[in-house]
């Protein structure tokens, strides 16, 4: 650059490039600064501003795990940059456990427990992930069951009638059989010739249900029809070898049975209908076989079949037990009214399951109560064990009867001995509150980002997520959820494993958790959590706030309960810091009510860290931004030592009142506003936008050191904001309509747009957003609206992750998900973006050419359990660490720098948790090339 050059940019130096230091554009091609909206004509004349279609990956499916083979070569009229775009899904980790019971095998060591397109495998006695049993993308678990034959084969059943047959231990898949047949329930069990026979339910055109059969030994098993039915059948129980069939659904229940048995063919069945004056919610079954009995041939004779005991669980909150169901159907046939169940009544709403112990002597059932009541038959008394975390959806009981699995609504499974009922091991997933309709107020989330979550990465343990989950799960009568996000789960990504949950807010434990007027009692929310740079410190901003007809009764004159909100909001920011020793976050300082006006507690709208430094930005709905920094705190009376740790408090450092650079004089509080520290931590962009529709909002850029406004710009960008990061000396502001790239060093806007906003002339749903500073690329999660070319008609919004390039703004992939994204993080050790989706999966996008490389060498040893290859990859034993040690003191030289090499590629981790395996092998070959 001449000196020329140099003087002409010292002239017009702004506010921005004095914000950013020296970043100062090198360039031999001068750029025009531009000083119009970003929605001036000839900035959509600019064919240069606009996205291209370079380097465009196909949709990588959900389940792979590896690097697809059908990744396009960059071509030659690319540039070769682009070689770096290949981005594709590298796995999933973590998903919402499937409605299915859970399984044990016959030994008691393993539980296994069925997601939406895969079969986790626990070890009971470790709580640790063993294998993962994973299906095609298209096939959705509904049932598991294990061979009755062989317990080392498991069967798996998906919605379409496709079967899988695994060897679970080693993880092989024998055989799989499509069927592209809607399927709703199955059973397995043994025929009396000693084959596996399989009865499932299926969905016809007429909307009426087939109960089909079929041995699974054939090489072409062909489906036997039983039963064609109008009642809409939803479980199946089959017992004595197939000879007892029981489908319930509703109001319904379809008992049938067979007089003798057949090794050839399946002998017709005599069927039953039940009718009862409430809805099925449950249901178990218990067969008992008749003893034998002289001069009677047993197989033939009905009395052989035995007795089977039914247990019925209603959506009223009773239980109706039928003792010998058959013998009394046959005595009563034509009038089903003249059957008088036991019943036994203490939930309050419907029985979730219901299951019978192994002796018949107990009755143990769940329901929304979050208590597990064992009914003692004979005695007529109830044990309870109470104060479980969420409502319990399954029950089951091992091979032995000596331990229980229950399953719970919040994604997690506990296993109880049976004798005490004490906790043998406990299997947490992500905890994720389910995606339905939420019965709490929604006036204490953001209203431009519902559906979203609070979650971060650790910034030191990338592998580690930190997210806002709900502490309990309630369900209303109504069936809707009621959860608040009070409490922080920390998550494993690569292990695939909890690690710790933490309370946020407070969580007042109850007995009874519904006020005298119905209303549930809703914990506060917790919408927004950061971490500082080097993970010491955590900031979290809990809210809480009355129902409005709490309040009535306070405010009559207020109809709508505006007032009641605003002065009866509760609001608190927390400073956090992390305890190694107890390895969990301790509350430091807790301040009360951080924003205000005058009408009351004002909502906080945002939360940022700067980096390299310990400060945390928060603005709020009165129109004013304030900075916290901690504090030495000073103890009266009391001197320090020098090998005592001063104590620290939070403070706020400085606030700057915006109200002047929008109108919320007039509408008194700000609609909604986001904010970013740069990379260096100099400049802190806040954008805002208040209520009022005539304010096309604003975007600021403030000194971090001194505080001051350095730089505002109004018509930056158009539409509701949904996000705001710096991306080097570019700030992209996401909105409903288009993301905004503007050059703070040059005064440049570049827009690109929607094409779902563009066609409609509507502004599409709320997006999320998260920029990588590693590949220079942002990527951007919205619902699209795609369109069927042979047809006007639009289908359902399908949610899409798209990655551009923020230099050409080429779109470099597009992936299609299963489920809308409720997270966008991005990882600023490898350059993934880590997608969390609301069924509770955690997917990274990687690029091919920037793979991770990291050691974790802070993981601890004990995290994983022992593998059959860990030596294999450096995990050995411990009584061989003093070897180890003399090998690596003797090897010197070439020996030496390639052993380190090679251990940085391996870490210290079981193969089951390392990368693809053409990422190791690309690794491998450039350590041995050094």
């Known amino acids: 650059m001449s000196d020329s050059e140099h003087r002409q940019l010292s002239k017009r130096s702004r506010a921005s490039e004095m914000a950013q230091g020296k970043m100062v554009s090198t360039d031999d091609v001068r750029i025009k600064r531009r000083r119009t909206s970003p929605t001036d004509d000839g900035a959509q004349k600019d064919d240069s501003l606009r996205p291209r279609m370079v380097g465009r990956t196909a949709a990588v499916a959900p389940d792979a795990v590896t690097v697809p083979e059908d990744i396009p070569e960059p071509s030659e009229r690319e540039p070769k940059e682009t070689a770096r775009d290949a981005w594709f899904l590298s796995g999933i980790a973590a998903g919402r456990f499937s409605n299915s019971d859970p399984l044990f095998t016959s030994d008691d060591e393993y539980l296994f427990l069925g997601l939406k397109t895969a079969v986790h495998i626990y070890s009971v006695t470790s709580s640790r992930l063993f294998r993962v049993l994973k299906l095609k993308s298209t096939d959705n678990v509904i049932e598991y069951k294990l061979s009755p034959q062989n317990s080392d084969h498991l069967y798996v059943f998906s919605s379409t009638g496709s079967v899988s047959k695994w060897e679970w231990f080693s993880g092989q898949r024998l055989y799989y059989r499509d069927a592209y047949r809607p399927t709703t329930c199955i059973d397995l069990c043994s025929d009396a010739s000693g084959n596996d026979a399989l009865f499932s339910v299926h969905d016809r055109a007429d909307s009426k249900k087939d109960i089909v059969f079929q041995r699974l030994s054939d090489e072409e098993p062909c489906s036997v029809p039983l039963l064609t039915t109008n009642t809409q059948i939803t479980h199946l129980r089959v017992a004595y070898q197939g000879r007892v069939l029981v489908a319930f659904g509703g109001q319904n229940v379809l008992l049938g049975c067979q007089a003798h048995l057949s090794d050839s063919s399946p002998v017709p069945y005599t069927w039953s209908e039940l009718t009862l004056p409430t809805s099925i919610t449950s249901a178990d079954i218990r067969y008992q076989t008749a003893p034998q009995r002289a001069g009677i041939p ?27 169901i058959l013998t009394s159907l046959q005595n009563n046939i034509g009038n089903s009214k003249a059957l008088t169940p036991r019943r036994l009544h203490w939930h309050r709403s419907c029985v979730n399951v219901v299951r019978w112990s192994k002796d018949g002597n107990y009755v143990i059932s769940g329901g929304n109560e979050s208590v597990m009541v064992l009914w003692q038959l004979d005695t007529g008394r109830k044990q309870f064990l109470p104060h479980l975390s969420s409502p319990i959806c399954n029950i089951t009981l091992s091979t032995s009867g000596t331990l229980y699995a229950v399953k719970l609504t919040d994604n997690s499974t506990t296993v109880l001995s049976a004798r005490e009922l004490q906790p043998f091991a406990t299997i947490n997933g992500l905890q994720l509150c389910p995606p339905t309709k939420s019965h709490t107020r929604s006036s204490t989330k953001r209203p431009l980002s519902v559906g979203t979550i609070a979650a971060a990465l650790h910034p030191k343990l990338p592998d580690q997520l ?76 809990d809210s809480w706030s009355p129902y409005t007809r709490d309040m009535q009764a306070l405010y009559p ?80 009376g009391l001197k320090t ?44 962009a806040v954008c805002l936008n208040s209520a009022s529709s005539a304010d096309p909002g604003v975007t600021l850029l403030i000194d971090a050191q001194t505080c001051s406004i350095r730089y505002s710009r109004v018509g930056l960008y158009a539409g509701d904001p949904c996000a705001l990061a710096f991306l080097g000396s570019q700030l992209l502001i996401t909105s409903t309509r288009s993301v905004f790239i503007w050059d703070t060093v040059h005064d440049l806007v570049r827009t690109l747009g929607f094409p779902d906003a563009a066609e409609n002339g509507q502004p599409c749903s709320p997006c999320l957003s998260a920029v990588s500073t590693e590949t220079k690329t942002f990527a951007i999660a919205a619902q699209v609206h795609s369109k069927n070319p042979a047809s006007k008609k639009r289908r359902r919004p399908e949610p899409h992750v798209q990655i551009y390039d923020s230099e050409t703004l080429a779109l470099l992939s597009e992936t299609m998900l299963d489920s809308s994204p409720v997270a966008l993080l991005s990882d600023k050790h490898s350059g993934d973006f880590v997608i969390i989706d609301a069924e509770a999966k955690v997917q ?69 948790v390392l990368p693809p395996a053409n990422l190791l092998f690309r690794d491998v070959v450039q350590a041995l090339s050094c």
């Not at 047993?298 to 035995?306: F, N, Y």
């Not at 992390?578 to 807790?590: H, Q």
């Not at 007039?666 to 909604?672: F, G, I, P, V």
């Not at 030596?871 to 380190?900: I, P, V, W, Y």
């Open 298 to 324: 047993g197989p033939r004779d009905r009395a052989s079949l035995g007795s089977v005991d039914l247990a019925l669980g209603e959506s009223g909150g009773s239980i109706m037990i039928y003792n010998d």
């Open 466 to 541: 930190l997210l806002t989950v709900p502490a309990s799960r309630q369900l209303t009568p109504e069936g809707h959820t009621v959860a608040n996000a009070c409490t922080l789960q920390t998550y494993d990504i690569r292990s695939n494993s909890h690690v710790s949950r933490q309370a946020l807010a407070r969580t007042n434990t109850t007995t009874l958790k519904i006020s005298p007027d119905g209303s549930y009692i809703a914990a506060p929310d917790v919408s927004h959590l950061s971490l500082s740079k080097d993970g010491k410190w955590m900031a979290t901003i």
């Open 557 to 636: 004159a207020d109809d709508h309960g505006g007032r009641s909100y605003t002065q009866n909001q509760e609001t608190f920011l927390k400073f956090w810091r992390w305890n190694i020793l107890s390895m969990m976050w301790d509350l430091v300082t807790r301040i009360d009510t951080p924003h205000f006006s005058g009408t009351g507690p004002a909502r906080i709208l945002d939360l940022a860290s700067r980096n390299y430094a310990h400060e945390f930005a928060t603005v709020g709905a009165d129109g004013v931004l304030r900075i916290w920094c901690p504090s030495a705190r000073q103890r009266s």
């Open 641 to 684: 030592t020098g090998t005592e740790q001063l104590s620290e408090t939070w403070k706020c450092r400085n606030a700057i009142d915006l109200k002047s650079y929008s109108d919320t004089y007039h509408s008194t509080r700000l609609n909604a506003a986001y904010m970013d520290y740069s990379q260096d931590g100099s400049v802190l």
């Open 844 to 912: 990274r996008l990687s690029c091919l050419g920037l793979a991770p490389q990291t050691t974790y060498a802070h993981a601890p040893s004990d995290l994983f359990e022992k593998s059959g290859l860990a030596s294999l990859f450096g995990q050995q034993d411990q009584g061989k660490s003093t070897d180890r040690h003399q090998l690596a003191t003797a090897s010197s030289g070439l020996n030496g720098s390639l052993q380190t090499q090679l251990a940085n590629v391996f870490g210290d981790v079981p193969p089951y």
